[in-house]
């Protein structure tokens, strides 16, 4: 579903977490939870195909099993999922349910950093080919280009292994255009029984091809090793169609490509390499097969833990954002506050719902409940959230007094949106001076009362540790970080237990 992802401009990765560990997991709720999580506004709909025509230019639905991206285009519609495909309204019809998503457009996200080692990847390949055009015969070059075929193929098969979905191997694997855990390819690498310190033989191909392509660039008088060695993978080669014609009676495409590949390197090894033993590119061959070989298998069997500590995290993330634990965690711990006040609050000031951030200017850790703060005003205007800032009237600290009374002018004069910027700052430079220099327009007298008034209801609660969040009066449980609070938010406005606690 890679088209899907570039389409609504999300991270993979980061949705398959988010949504394999939602509670309701596989479902549409589970689904659009997570799009909210991400940033993508969204409704739900059941929607009769005969009022279809009236949904906007672009949704989602379930197509052929799959969560698609769906775009009208004239009397037809574009369907992303793993590829494009242009398909009829009667096609597009009868492949769907009738559940459709309505979302907003948001801001692309992209992962620079897997594109920038992809393309130096793909840098230093092209680069070495190119130099052993120049640097070798002809016949030693088409060899080094079927190695590396074969070890983008090994690539490709290995990050299949680990869940990674491959284009490639998609392509060549897929039944009917859309990939199936059951088909030939898969059957074919089951069946597959050797295993050594934890590799198959797809492994065997990755470090095989690796060591070629390392030997016949690096060392190109070795040609006569590549030669003999190939050879060898003439047992393979009996060994892969014997289990694909006699055991599964299926082929597998992608295997018979490999296999095309390495009888490519026998013939041409055969007719033009010459032979002229030497024992050092043997030496030098094996060192490198074997170097590679547990290079392998150490990133395979680290590869295998992270799987294992990803599933460990699923069941935990899930277990963590089921909304009944968390409200049961929730309400143990109520605070009676009874002073009410506008003081720093900002959202909506009529909500049911009421975040309470008890805070400080000197609490490094504070910055990161500000950004939380800021996301859910972006995010849900209609909850309302005041900053509770223990200051006190005994306070004999001129630069706290400072920066509090330039906070609420700023609040005061100019609203939320500034008041968080002029915290950020704050934060992010921690000196009175630049900070004072910057707002000095905003240093004058304010009433404190309300912020002292508030903070002598926090220390009475023994409130005194910052930050800490409340929900409706409820102290937000330590059993979860801060930012997990994006989980419920939510179920939160809906849950009428909770919008009724008087705040």
Partial sequence: ????????KISKPEFLFQFQSHPNYPSSLAFSDTLSFLGIKNEAYEIEKEFWHELPKQFITVYNNNFSFVEKLNNEYLVFTDK???VSQEDLFNNSGDIVFIFEETESVNNKNNLNYKYFGIFLIAFALVLSFFTSDFSLFFFNLLSTIGLIISLELFKNKFGEKSSIIDNFCSNDNNFDVENSCNKIFKSD?????GLKLSDFSLVYFLSFLTLGLLFPESA???KYISFLSIFVIFYSLYIQLFKEKSTCKICLLIITTLIGQIILSSLFFVNNINFKSLFIFFFISISL????????DILKQKDKFYLMSLKNSRFKKNYDIFKRELILK?????I?????LLGNKSSKLNISIITNPYCGYCKEAYLIVEKIISKYPEISIQLRFNYFRNNSDENLTMIISIFRNIFKNKGSGLLLEAIEFWHNKNNIEIFKNQYKSYINETDMNGIFELAEENRNFGLTQTPQILIN???FSNLYEREDIFYFIDELLEDEEILNEKV
């Fill in 84 to 86: 494009k495909q242009k």
């Fill in 334 to 338: 109520p605070i009676n506050f009874k």
């Fill in 293 to 300: 070989f547990f290079l392998v298998g150490y990133i395979d």
């Fill in 340 to 344: 009410k006040n506008n003081e720093f």
């Fill in 224 to 226: 006569i090793i590549l």
């Fill in 193 to 197: 029984k050797i295993n050594v310190l």
């Fill in 473 to 475: 009066n409820y102290l």
């Fill in 1 to 8: 579903m890679d088209l899907f992802y570039r389409k609504l």
